[in-house]
């Protein structure tokens, strides 16, 4: 019977204006390995792993998608050559896979039938904003996607809001980067003046931005997001 392979976490890039120079040699070396991946989406996929001059040829790679209609159903047929011996990248549509993607239902997988998980190292915006917020950087929570229905939403932030102020812990959320001035719209509408939120756009990029301010002050700013990859906390500046 063969050694299974390795489950590998491959980071993307943050910002779409991102190269070569931003992934580590040790990605790199790794990448060379690699035949057969799980990703989001094919195509980004593609695009990633040529920018990395790696002398790859693209077409000889396999790529099975693992989008947000990804059926778990799929996982035995898709880790079998991982169960014969080969190496699987899994790969999201931006910083690591894993969090706020299908990738967990992977590692997860993979975890129940002894597979080996190894995580490359790479950015995650998370952590990113968490780090440039100012706020609590012990205490947090990550809640992924604000509900789309605008009733469902306003409770959320008055949830957090309440939270954050209670417990200390920051809170930390996203938004798919079309509705970003919405998003921020109905959080300086719902949050109390003095409450401090954090937004940070385009993390690693060339235009990144990052503001941490009092609601009163962010309304006087009239901020434009864009359709810009951007996170979003509440917490506290002291």
């Known amino acids: ?3 299974p392979g ?13 190269g ?36 790859l040829d693209i077409s000889t790679l396999i790529f099975e ?11 035995p047929a ?35 039938l002894g597979i080996e998980v190894v995580t490359l190292p790479g950015p995650t915006s998370i952590i990113l904003g968490l780090i440039s917020s100012g706020f609590n950087g012990q ?15 306003t409770v959320s932030i008055k949830e957090f809001e309440q939270t954050a102020k209670k417990s200390g812990y920051t809170q930390i959320f996203m938004e798919t980067p079309y509705r970003n001035n919405d998003l921020l719209k109905t959080l ?5 003046e003095d ?15 990052t503001k941490s301010l009092p609601v009163k002050e962010w309304k006087g700013l009239k901020a434009v997001l864009s359709k810009t990859p951007a996170i979003f906390a509440i917490g506290s500046a002291s």
């Open 1 to 3: 019977m063969s050694k």
């Open 6 to 18: 390795k489950i590998y976490l491959i980071p993307n890039y943050l910002s779409t204006e991102q």
């Open 20 to 55: 070569a120079e931003f992934i580590s040699d040790s990605v790199k070396s790794t990448v060379k390995k690699i035949a057969y991946y799980l990703v989001e989406n094919v195509r980004t996929s593609r695009r990633f792993l040529s920018s990395l001059q790696l002398g």
């Open 65 to 75: 998608v693992m989008d947000k209609r990804f059926d778990a159903s799929r996982l």
């Open 78 to 112: 898709i880790f079998q050559p991982v169960l014969d011996g080969a190496d699987l990248g899994v790969q999201s549509e931006a910083g690591l896979p894993g969090i706020a993607d299908p990738g967990r239902v992977v590692v997860s997988f993979a975890h129940k």
């Open 139 to 153: 205490q947090f929570t990550f809640h992924g996607y604000l509900p789309i229905d605008k009733k469902e939403r």
């Open 188 to 192: 300086l509408l719902t949050l109390k």
């Open 195 to 209: 409450t401090y939120l954090y937004v940070g756009k385009d993390l690693t990029g060339e235009n990144e931005w």
